[in-house]
């Protein structure tokens, strides 16, 4: 059986931060249908953000939830993280619009691993597909799907124009 580790290193090392504070660090590891890192603890799932709140923060009182500032679930800096009662969440989500059903693209949907500037980076690498891949944490198919025009080329349709002088179907 491997050792124990500690949750605040088995927390951190699934965390992408970014050399500022102020910006949104992303949660890579496995997440819920809504775009929420989760992390098992003693067996149980919880929620990343939660977590992180709780191990960098303080206490979570059992009436209270951890709202992003941000606005993105799988972020897990604790800067844009806060304590909100369920009615204030709620309200903050349906006066930012972020109600059930509205679409969510690019680095803004919930369960998206990469970030726009990701993507760019992705798509003018010359590097090998496989050591893309392994470099971001994504399959060999979503780096495929990229440099090709298949995924995110609402991002990458202009680099593309400019770089080949033609359009991106």
């Known amino acids: 059986m491997p050792p124990f580790r500690p949750v605040t290193e088995r927390l951190w090392e699934k965390i992408k931060k970014t050399d500022s504070s102020e910006d949104c660090w992303f949660w890579t590891g496995a997440k819920t249908r809504q775009g929420y890192g989760t992390i098992a603890i003693k067996g149980k799932a919880k929620l990343a953000h939660r977590t992180v709140y709780e191990t960098s923060v303080e206490p979570i009182p059992d009436e209270l939830c951890v709202m992003h500032i941000c606005d993105n679930p799988s972020c897990c800096n604790p800067k844009h993280l806060k304590l909100g ?23 803004n949907s919930p369960m998206s691993k ?56």
Not at 100 to 106: I, R, T, V, W, Y
Not at 135 to 155: A, H, P, R
Request: aromatic share 8%.
């Open 85 to 107: 009662t369920i009615y204030e969440n709620n309200k903050d989500r349906h006066e930012k619009n972020r109600s059930k059903g509205k679409a969510h693209k690019g680095e």
């Open 114 to 169: 990469l970030t726009s500037n990701d993507v760019l980076e992705i798509f003018k690498s010359e590097e090998k597909l496989k050591e893309i891949a392994k470099k971001f944490g994504i399959t060999f198919q979503t780096v495929s799907d990229i440099q090709n025009g298949k995924s995110w080329n609402w991002l990458t349709k202009n680099e593309a124009n400019h770089r080949a002088g033609g359009s991106f179907k």
